[in-house]
């Protein structure tokens, strides 16, 4: 099996499937090319875009679609929770990830390398903001008595919500203290912590990725 994947400082999707695979330590081989490179791209994969996981003859595009594979072929790893209403919410929170918060991607994106002082979203942005803490809010308070992730212990809504911990640390924004600490569990997650270390070692620039703001370098 193997996870096609974009530059690490700057995709965010590619980073969703890739934590998952990295939290459990899955044999899964890891391709990583430009998103620079396009063509390339557009050549290899019929819908043009990565992350793809490809699987023997099979290949799976999208995330989400991503995600659902890989829990579907590792059950042990309950990708999802198990009981039932938990893993209804977990479903509709990821669901709400992938579809929406499009001011919030537009307004900064996922830079893991630079730290944005004096920035300011709009108040779109900020309302994209405050609907994820009470998503947040919600999950840690009615499902996390497990563990110090959304739904106690981690799973896809941890692998979907992620690059947003990585946007929110670009930035000053005030946070309620739930989603405050579980920003600082998605930090110290040792496979993050991988995903941070690669980012930072590339030296690659996607122009089209970068917020035109003075910055300071994070890592």
């Avoid at 579809?99 to 709009?122: G, I």
């Avoid at 994209?128 to 308070?141: F, H």
């Avoid at 911990?165 to 912590?193: G, N, T, W």
Wanted: charged share 25%; net charge negative.
């Amino acid at each position: 099996m193997k996870l096609v994947i974009g530059n690490q400082n700057y995709s965010t999707w590619s980073m969703r499937p890739w934590l998952f695979v990295a939290y459990h330590g899955l044999e899964v081989e890891i391709e990583k090319l430009s998103l620079n490179d396009l063509p390339v791209i557009q050549k290899r994969f019929a819908h043009g875009k990565v992350p793809v996981l490809i699987d023997g003859s099979l290949e799976i595009w999208d995330s989400m679609a991503i995600l659902e594979y890989l829990a579907e072929t590792y059950p042990d790893l309950r990708g999802w929770p198990q009981e039932t209403h938990a893993r209804a919410v977990a479903r509709s929170v990821s669901a709400e990830m992938h579809s929406s918060f499009q001011a919030l991607r537009r307004e900064l994106p996922m830079n893991c390398r630079k730290y944005f002082p004096d920035y300011q979203l709009s108040n779109t942005a900020m309302k994209d903001v405050k609907r994820i803490q009470q998503i947040w809010n919600l999950c840690r308070e009615r499902y996390g008595s497990g563990g110090p992730w959304l739904f106690g212990r981690f799973g896809i809504a941890d692998s979907m919500y992620a690059p947003v911990v990585m946007r929110f640390q670009s930035m000053d924004i005030k946070l309620d203290p739930v989603s405050q600490e579980y920003c600082l569990a998605v930090r110290e997650c040792v496979a993050v912590k991988m995903w941070l270390a690669e980012a930072s070692s590339e030296t690659e620039i996607v122009n089209a990725d970068e917020l035109d703001h003075p910055s300071v370098a994070l890592y």
